[in-house]
C-alpha cells in the first residue's frame, strides 16, 4: 500500500479515484455502517442463541456474516497482514461506543457520552487511515492550504492538523470523506 505524506496528497487521492471510479466516496462510509450492523447482528445472534436456547439463532450467523464479508471486499478489495480482521474489530468497536454513548446521553450523561462519541469517532477514522495507507506516513504534517471555488470568489482555508496520529486522522476523515456530497 502506497503511502500518503500530507492531507493534501490524501485529498488529491481521493479526487483521482472519484474520477477513475465514479463511485460516490460517501456510498462507501454509508457501507461501513451497513457493516457495523451486520456485525452487530452477528453478535445479537449469537447472544439470542445463547440466551434462548434456540440454535435458530446460531444458524442465522454464517448468512449474516457472509453478507459482511461481501461488503467488507467492497471497501478493502486487498489487503496485507491482519487489516482485515483490524478493520472489521474497528469498525465493531466504533458502532459498539457509539452504542453505549448513546445511552449515556438516554440517561443525562453527557460528558460521559461525549467522551464516547469522540472516541467511537477515532476508531472510525481510524479504520479509514488503515484502509486509506495513512497509517504510517505524514506524521509532520500540520497543516494545508486549499482552495474552495464559491461562486463570484475563491476562498484560501487553511486546515489545521493537530499533533497526534488520532487527531490527524480526524481531520482527514472530516475534510475528506463527506457523506452529505451528494
Same mark, same amino acid.
Given at each position: 500500500?502506497?503511502?500518503?505524506?500530507?492531507?493534501?496528497?490524501?485529498?488529491?487521492?481521493?479526487?483521482?479515484?472519484? $474520477?477513475?471510479?465514479?463511485? %460516490? =466516496?460517501?456510498? &462507501?462510509?454509508?457501507?461501513?455502517?451497513?457493516? #457495523?450492523?451486520?456485525?452487530? @447482528?452477528?453478535?445479537?445472534?449469537?447472544?439470542?442463541?445463547?440466551?434462548?436456547? $434456540?440454535?435458530?439463532?446460531? %444458524? =442465522?450467523?454464517? &448468512?449474516?456474516?457472509?453478507?459482511?464479508?461481501? #461488503?467488507?471486499?467492497?471497501? @478493502?478489495?486487498?489487503?496485507?497482514?491482519?487489516?482485515?480482521?483490524?478493520?472489521?474489530?474497528?469498525?465493531?468497536?466504533?458502532?459498539?461506543?457509539?452504542?453505549?454513548?448513546?445511552?449515556?446521553?438516554?440517561?443525562?450523561?453527557?460528558?460521559?457520552?461525549?467522551?464516547?462519541?469522540?472516541?467511537?469517532?477515532?476508531?472510525?477514522?481510524?479504520?479509514?487511515?488503515?484502509?486509506?495507507?495513512?497509517?504510517?506516513?505524514?506524521?509532520?504534517?500540520?497543516?494545508?492550504?486549499?482552495?474552495?471555488?464559491?461562486?463570484?470568489?475563491?476562498?484560501?482555508?487553511?486546515?489545521?492538523?493537530?499533533?497526534?496520529?488520532?487527531?490527524?486522522?480526524?481531520?482527514?476523515?472530516?475534510?475528506?470523506?463527506?457523506?452529505?456530497?451528494?
Amino acid at each position: 500500500m502506497e503511502k500518503i505524506k500530507n492531507v493534501k496528497e490524501f485529498v488529491e487521492k481521493l479526487d483521482n479515484a472519484k $474520477k477513475v471510479n465514479p463511485k %460516490d =466516496l460517501s456510498s &462507501d462510509q454509508d457501507l461501513t455502517i451497513g457493516i #457495523m450492523n451486520l456485525i452487530s @447482528i452477528e453478535e445479537h445472534l449469537m447472544f439470542s442463541g445463547a440466551k434462548t436456547g $434456540k440454535k435458530e439463532f446460531y %444458524d =442465522l450467523i454464517n &448468512d449474516v456474516r457472509e453478507q459482511r464479508k461481501q #461488503m467488507m471486499q467492497k471497501i @478493502i478489495p486487498s489487503y496485507e497482514g491482519e487489516v482485515w480482521c483490524i478493520s472489521k474489530h474497528l469498525l465493531a468497536s466504533s458502532m459498539r461506543l457509539f452504542e453505549v454513548g448513546t445511552k449515556a446521553l438516554a440517561a443525562g450523561n453527557k460528558k460521559d457520552a461525549y467522551d464516547l462519541f469522540d472516541k467511537s469517532y477515532g476508531l472510525y477514522c481510524m479504520f479509514w487511515g488503515l484502509n486509506m495507507g495513512m497509517l504510517n506516513g505524514g506524521t509532520d504534517v500540520k497543516w494545508v492550504k486549499t482552495s474552495k471555488n464559491i461562486p463570484e470568489k475563491k476562498v484560501e482555508e487553511e486546515i489545521i492538523v493537530p499533533n497526534g496520529k488520532m487527531s490527524r486522522l480526524k481531520t482527514w476523515v472530516k475534510n475528506a470523506v463527506n457523506c452529505c456530497i451528494e
